[in-house]
C-alpha cells in the first residue's frame, strides 16, 4: 500500500522561506516516472509546482517557481522535499505531494492523469 504524507507547512510572511517533506512508503520506483509537488488554491484548479524524474534527476518548474523553488529526493530516507524561498501570497495554497503512475516528461509532468498516488496535502499560507 502506498502512503504519501507531507509536512512542512505553516504561516510565514513574504519573503520567507518554508521547506515541505513528503515521506513515501509502500511505492515503486521507475526509472522515467515522476515524484511532483502540486498545490491548490481555493477556487483554483490544481496545479503542478515542481517535479523530478526518477533515476535521471532531471527537474521541471512551473515558471511562477522558478528561481525559488528547488525540489530534490532523499532516495536514502525516501523523501521528497520543496524548499521554497522567497515566498510570494500567491504562493498560498495547499501542496501535495504525487508519485507517478506512468512516464513523464517535460511536456506533460504537470498533468494530475501522470499520477495514481497522492498525499493529504500541507496548508502553506504567505502573508503581505
Known amino acids: 500500500q502506498v502512503q504519501l504524507v507531507e509536512s512542512g507547512g505553516g504561516s510565514v510572511q513574504a519573503g520567507g522561506s518554508l521547506r515541505l517533506s513528503c515521506a513515501a512508503s509502500g511505492y515503486t520506483y521507475i526509472y522515467n516516472y515522476c515524484m511532483t509537488w502540486f498545490r491548490q488554491a481555493p477556487g483554483k484548479e490544481r496545479e503542478g509546482v515542481a517535479s523530478i524524474v526518477i533515476g535521471g534527476g532531471l527537474q521541471y518548474y512551473a515558471d511562477s517557481v522558478k528561481g525559488r523553488f528547488t525540489i530534490s529526493r532523499d532516495n536514502a530516507k525516501n523523501t521528497l522535499h520543496l524548499q521554497m524561498n522567497n515566498l510570494k501570497p500567491e504562493d498560498t495554497a495547499m501542496y501535495y505531494c504525487?508519485?507517478?503512475?506512468?512516464?513523464?516528461?517535460?511536456?506533460?509532468?504537470?498533468?494530475?492523469?501522470?499520477?495514481?498516488?497522492w498525499g493529504q496535502g500541507t496548508q502553506v499560507t504567505v502573508s503581505s
Open positions: 504525487a508519485a507517478g503512475s506512468s512516464y513523464c516528461s517535460r511536456g506533460d509532468w504537470m498533468g494530475t492523469y501522470n499520477y495514481h498516488y
